[in-house]
T-cell receptor, first 115, second 114 residues
């Protein structure tokens, strides 16, 4: 069964600290993996998109890694800020057949950054 | 460049009614996809339209339908509303088909079914 699991479910850190969010997937055949940030009451915003051949990708203080062999991805946030408080969603795309691809969403990690 | 816009932002309906939500993509984007987000289920993919054709579909009943117009604007319709349809409905647009391109989400329509 195609699944995307994220951990932890929620996380509280102090401002200025680093943190790492995890995403494990069983989706196959893999097409790409995305990380989104969703602020409360707003639509998700894309952070990174990674294909099979990419091991790491950065977007400012956000760095995503991908291990296609173990089917694991992580999102590392450096020097956290209060504005990083949000839900972080991992999404995996897979080939459903022919030219059709589907997206599987993780349930997200809720991050709270405290002063 | 204007972002993705969705109307209305908030909607209250009663069971059995139907509802139509609208999404205007970023200018030049040809793909529009729809999602349902609830606290219990998270984000779930409804369908994607590209060049006025439905290209992908999630696992939702036939009460959920959509269409895309020649200007890439899209509408989503839910008929015979149920209490469980209460959710945030998000629309996203991308330049090409969603699975290969970056998506840009709108602010969503909050639907409450009483």
């Amino acid at each position: 069964k195609n699944q995307v699991e994220q951990s932890p479910q929620s996380l509280i850190i102090l401002e200025g600290k680093n943190c790492t969010l995890q995403c494990n997937y069983t989706v196959s055949p893999f097409s790409n993996l995305r990380w989104y940030k969703q602020d409360t009451g707003r639509g998700p915003v894309s952070l990174t998109i990674m294909t099979f051949s990419e091991n790491t990708k950065s977007n400012g203080r956000y760095t995503a890694t991908l291990d296609a062999d173990t089917k694991q991805s992580s999102l590392h946030i450096t020097a956290s800020q209060l504005s990083d408080s949000a839900s972080y969603i991992c999404v995996v795309s897979y080939n459903y057949g022919g030219a059709t691809n589907k997206l599987i969403f993780g349930t997200g990690t809720l991050l709270a950054v405290q002063p | 460049k204007a972002g993705v816009t969705q109307t209305p932002r908030y909607l209250i309906k009663t069971r059995g009614q139907q509802v139509t939500l609208s999404c205007s993509p970023i200018s030049g984007h040809r793909s529009v996809s729809w999602y349902q987000q609830t606290p219990g289920q998270g984000l779930q993919f409804l369908f994607e339209y590209f060049s006025e054709t439905q290209r992908n579909k999630g696992n939702f009943p036939g009460r959920f339908s959509g269409r895309q117009f020649s200007n890439s604007r899209s509408e989503m319709n839910v008929s015979t509303l149920e209490l469980g349809d209460s959710a945030l409905y998000l629309c996203a647009s991308s330049l090409g088909q969603l699975t290969y391109n970056e998506q840009f989400f709108g602010p969503g329509t909050r639907l409450t079914v009483l």
